[in-house]
């Protein structure tokens, strides 16, 4: 024990006098990380790699309930931060908590560290997904596939940094958050998190986020670790539900669901989430070949991976590959995953002497120990973790401004994607009387979704003060004697499914008749992961019922979708006169809703994924030729609602003038592209110019086209801009049944707006 003491003490006033060197050379924290771990016992670096949930600490009444507010309970602190040496705290209680809850949170799990109790600090997790959603007055943006549906990098890097900025605020380092995946299964529950179908639109966006998250890499006090999840080919389970198998080729892993993560990677992202389902038979957490080789070997992640929720205890009691949890957890390290989302008691304490056992008989190298606690210290370091005293009494007077407010109402405005305007019905006259009606229209939760203030994000006690639903948004517009309101059907929970009624249908038909416009919301209840697998990708019925009541009526209807994912709607598309995407659009969606459903700004969203039309057929935009046979409909598999890269707005954009500068080139070469556009519209626009390559023959049947640049840019009424992009050698190549990314000689399409110019590759 006095051993023990003693090299405490001098490893602590060895990381002082290093923490006082702000300036440290990676090379400076590679030489304390080593410092510190030889001091470390086995018994302290299991605890490094063991990261619990908050309730595991938060105090409770006699009945056994959380103390509200959130209170830390100090003796169930001292057990697993100090006596198990615990390295990392995840999550919230249950709902949002208020700054100075946070605070109190963060002066409590940092103390004992402060207090020279532990060798390193803790570091806390959070799903900060569209803005710190756990913490009281946050900035709440829209969901990610709403930020994709902007096509606008420069704002989705702004959201990173107001989220930053806010989770920082709440004294938290560590962002669970981006969503990577690539949404290639609309089923899924979590589409809404991912940056749609495409793997270029996706990494461009994602590479923004974590920018602003990251900043140049150097964690200032506004920025926080982001989180690449979940690696990698979660999103693409076979028969829909969350965490069920995926079969992917090696072909669509390094084409479709690789990029994201390897551009992340190169943008310097220094933790990860493992995906907790199962490809090709394995599941992510014991995937060796995927976390060690490619991730850490190939791609050279420095930072570390973490696993998901309780994924340790599943590879024995779900998956079945580990028949008890010693070999579950020697597994999954080995495999190269470093810290384990136990997360709650007593089984932390389980995985800390399991753990240490396999350390202990060897079944885990100490290298890969060792390992694991550098890239957790490693990133402990780069978050400024080992500065004591430097966060909690921090000012930040952004916190929830007017000016991050507007910032997210810009993104929500940006992301709404115009679907159908049938003869201009929009804009609508403002003097003409309107009914509000459907499932999602009276709720701020439905502009939210989950991971909004609880984890389903479907408790409106929680809602943000001051923000409004679509109904309260269109009244304070019009008033309420020329805003009727009838919800017409509602959405609920059963039996663990959604579900969808009629409501009061006589009310809607009477109030429909003294209205001129129906404005129908309709949509999904929140949810995500298991609550939110679904049963088929039909809107429930309900609300198709609804939507032929308005079209009974003769008035004209304006469908807005507030939806995770994009659900089958083609019974209602015809006699719709307008339909509005809204995605998941945050605390300021209604503003931005009635903004531009009156012609206040114009709509420059456009969908980040392509709009199944019928539940049996779902196909992507960039599906081979072969698929569009062009015999007649009969052989026509894809048919889509809308293509992905879809969306109206109120100004008619020419585009004209394709131009290449050269049409030929060889390897290591590019072209210059050009293309002219003009807004013909009396309203300033915002264009976002898309530019696609077909390869006419490949020895692999190639995509029908693929997104390789995109641009969004402002284009005043009236005005003319010509954008240029560049296409190198590298954008037309593919990858081959030998692992390899090969180009081959050969012609190519580039398609931009409906023209199109051939070009050769000559190799
Ligand atoms: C989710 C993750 C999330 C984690 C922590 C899991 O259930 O899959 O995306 O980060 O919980 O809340």
Not at 9 to 23: C, G, I, P
Not at 723 to 742: K, P, T
Request: net charge negative; aromatic share 10%; with cysteine.
């Amino acid at each position: 024990m006095l051993t023990r003491i003693c090299i405490s003490v001098f490893v602590l006033l060895t990381l002082n006098s290093y923490a006082q060197d702000s300036k440290n050379s990676s090379e400076n924290i590679e030489n304390q990380i080593d410092a510190i771990i030889s001091q470390m016992s086995p018994k302290e670096k299991v605890g490094q790699t063991c990261q619990i949930t908050l309730d595991v600490l938060l105090a409770r009444d006699s009945s056994g309930a959380l103390i509200e507010p959130a209170q830390i309970d100090p003796k169930k602190l001292q057990i697993a931060l100090v006596d198990y040496g615990v390295g990392s705290v995840l999550n919230v209680g249950w709902h949002t908590l208020r700054l100075e809850d946070w605070d109190h949170i963060m002066e409590m799990v940092h103390q004992p560290f402060e207090s020279n109790k532990t060798f390193a600090p803790i570091i806390y997790g959070i799903d900060a997904i569209h803005g710190i959603n756990y913490t009281v007055g946050a900035t709440l943006f829209p969901q990610e596939i709403g930020l994709a549906a902007t096509w606008n990098p420069k704002l989705a890097m702004e959201f990173g940094e107001i989220t930053a900025y806010e989770t920082r605020a709440s004294g938290i380092h560590w962002n669970f958050s981006p969503v990577l995946d690539i949404a290639r299964q609309p089923l899924w529950s979590r589409t809404f998190e991912t940056l749609g179908e495409d793997a270029y639109l996706a990494s461009t966006m994602g590479k923004a986020i974590i920018c602003g998250y990251q900043g140049d890499g150097s964690i200032s006090p506004t920025h926080v670790i982001a989180c690449m999840k979940h690696f990698v080919g979660y999103s693409a389970p076979e028969s829909g539900r969350d965490r069920t198998p995926a079969w992917i080729t090696d072909k669509q892993m390094n084409e479709i669901y690789f990029p994201t993560f390897k551009t992340a990677v190169e943008q310097g992202a220094l933790s990860v989430m493992i995906n907790s389902g199962i490809v090709n038979g394995v599941p992510g957490h014991i995937n060796h070949h995927l976390l060690t080789e490619v991730l850490k070997e190939e791609w050279g992640f420095e930072g570390f991976a973490v696993s998901d929720w309780e994924d340790f205890i599943m590879l024995h009691t779900i998956h079945k590959v580990a028949p008890d949890m010693k070999t579950a957890i020697t597994m999954a390290i080995n495999a190269g995953v470093d810290m384990s989302m136990v997360p709650n008691a007593p089984d932390y304490k389980t995985y800390c002497k399991l753990m240490l056992e396999a350390v202990e008989d060897g079944s885990i190298p100490q290298d890969r120990l060792d390992d694991a606690v550098r890239r957790i210290l490693r990133v402990k370091f780069r978050a400024g973790l080992f500065e004591k005293n430097q966060n909690q009494l921090k000012k930040y007077p952004n916190f929830g401004s007017q000016e991050f407010k507007n910032k997210a109402e810009q993104a929500a405005l940006e992301s709404i994607t115009l679907l159908k305007n049938d003869s201009n019905i929009l804009p609508l006259s403002p003097t003409k009387k309107v009914l509000i009606s459907g499932p999602t229209s009276d709720n701020l939760i439905f502009l939210n979704g989950a991971w909004t203030h609880t984890w389903q994000g479907d408790n409106p006690t929680f809602n943000t003060e001051g923000c409004l639903s679509v109904k309260e948004a269109f009244q304070e517009r019009l008033g309420k004697d020329n805003c009727l309101f009838s919800q017409g059907a509602k959405l609920f929970v059963e039996n663990g499914f959604e579900t969808s009624a009629l409501t009061d249908t006589a009310d809607f038909k009477k109030k429909a008749e003294q209205s001129d416009y129906i404005i129908l919301c309709l949509g999904e209840f929140p949810s995500t992961e298991k609550p939110g697998d679904i049963k088929s990708l039909n809107l429930p019925q309900a609300q198709i019922d609804l939507a032929k009541i308005a079209y009974r009526t003769g008035k004209p209807v304006v469908l807005i979708l507030l939806e995770g994912r994009p659900r089958i709607i083609r019974p209602i598309v015809e006699q719709a006169n307008g339909i509005i995407q809204g995605y998941l659009p945050g605390d300021y969606g209604a503003n931005a809703l009635v903004k531009l459903v009156y012609g206040d700004e114009n709509f420059s969203g456009k969908l980040p994924y392509t709009y199944p039309k019928y539940d049996g057929v779902l196909e992507f935009y960039d599906h081979p030729r072969s698929v569009d046979r062009s015999k007649g409909p009969e052989f026509d598999a894809y048919d889509p609602q809308w293509d992905f890269g879809f969306g109206l707005n109120y100004s008619e954009i020419e585009y004209s003038d394709l131009k290449l500068d050269q049409t030929e080139i060889s390897d290591n070469d590019s072209i210059m592209v050009s293309i002219t556009i003009k807004n013909m519209g009396e309203m300033d626009a915002k264009e976002i110019v898309q530019m696609y390559i077909s390869d006419h023959y490949a020895s692999l049947t190639p995509a029908g086209k693929q997104l390789k640049a995109f641009t969004k840019t402002a284009l005043d009424s009236g005005e003319t801009k010509v954008i240029n992009f560049v296409v190198s050698e590298e954008d037309l190549r593919f990858y081959d049944n030998h692992g390899e990314w090969i180009s081959e000689s050969g012609t190519f399409s580039i398609k931009i707006g409906g023209l199109e110019k051939t070009f050769e590759l000559k190799k």
